[in-house]
C-alpha cells in the first residue's frame, strides 16, 4: 500500500515541478 502512495506522491511531485516550471518560464518572459 505505502509502495503505491509513494509512486502516487511522485508523480504528483513531478506534475507540481513542471507547472512551477512553467510558471516561471511564463514570467520570465512576460
Do not use: N, P, Y
Not at 500500500?1 to 511564463?26: C, H, P, S, W, Y
Amino acid at each position: 500500500i505505502t509502495r503505491a502512495f509513494l509512486v502516487e506522491e511522485q508523480k504528483i511531485v513531478k506534475k507540481v515541478l513542471k507547472i512551477q516550471k512553467a510558471k516561471e518560464k511564463q514570467a520570465a518572459k512576460s
